[in-house]
């Protein structure tokens, strides 16, 4: 969404704040590293960091807003597997019940 949405020529910076288990660690660094890389190529630059004692969820953006996310990014309920267009297309796909709050700070 964020490729689509921004300006081609603008950099975009999105940091995200997150827990992981011990035991996973290792590839969940590596699944996010490569997203990062992915993701450079169109002009956002992904960071991360892991924060275990965290517990809301919500957006920060540099222009005053807020976004306070209820279920944090789980929102979509499961879709048929693989097969199922709903998979890959996300305007297809249902919602679980959910609030979003937003502020201007």
């Given at each position: 969404m964020l490729a689509d949405k921004k300006e081609s020529d603008t950099e975009v910076k999105l940091h995200l704040v997150t827990?992981?288990?011990?035991?996973?660690?290792?590839?969940?660094?590596?699944?996010?590293?490569?997203?990062a890389y992915s993701v450079e190529s169109m002009g956002?630059?992904?960071t991360y960091?892991?924060?275990?004692?965290?517990?809301?969820?919500?957006?920060a953006l540099d222009?005053?807003?807020k976004i306070i996310l209820g279920?944090?990014?789980?929102?979509?309920?499961?879709?048929?597997?693989?097969?199922?267009?709903?998979?890959?297309?996300?305007?297809?796909?249902?919602?679980?019940s959910c609030e979003v709050t937003f502020l201007k700070i």
């Open positions: 827990t992981c288990d011990e035991e996973y660690l290792e590839t969940t660094t590596e699944a996010f590293d490569s997203m956002i630059i992904l960091e892991f924060d275990n004692y965290i517990h809301d969820r919500y957006i222009n005053g807003w279920r944090g990014l789980d929102i979509w309920q499961k879709t048929g597997g693989w097969y199922d267009i709903n998979e890959y297309v996300q305007e297809k796909r249902l919602c679980k």
